[in-house]
């Protein structure tokens, strides 16, 4: 069982910075794609930034050149650093480990970030 837990959301002013930190539990990660999402209030939950276990990483288009995702297998750790951000970012974010072996996703409880203008 793998067990997820965020950490680093927060209120910012718009043109601000936040780093967003996810921990794994379990012996899979290394092997594992991570990813972030986000949910807004009313809003479709939708992909922000995913990693490869090889280290190939993609990005939704709304945060292309502003969000940076990374991952410290050593420390079961994945990142997402936000710059620049906007109060169309503001959203619950919630961090992903893509199980491929037995096609599981597992979810953490998820860590709010609030971008006031």
């Known amino acids: 069982q793998v067990q997820l837990v965020e950490s680093g959301g927060g209120l910012v002013q718009a043109g601000g910075s936040l780093r967003l930190s996810c921990a794994a539990s379990?012996?899979?990660?290394?092997?594992?794609?991570m990813g972030w999402y986000r949910q807004a209030r009313g809003k479709q939950r939708e992909l922000v930034a995913r990693?490869?276990?090889?280290?190939?990483?993609n990005y939704a288009d709304s945060v292309k050149g502003r969000f940076t995702i990374s991952r410290e297998n050593a420390k079961n750790t994945v990142y997402l650093q936000m710059n620049s951000l906007k109060p169309e970012d503001t959203a619950v974010y919630l961090c992903?480990?893509?199980?491929?072996?037995?096609?599981?996703?597992?979810w953490g409880q998820g860590t709010q970030v609030t971008v006031s203008s």
């Open positions: 992903n480990l893509f199980d491929a072996r037995w096609e599981v996703n597992y």
């Open positions: 379990g012996n899979i990660f290394s092997i594992s794609a």
């Open positions: 990693i490869l276990s090889s280290g190939i990483t």
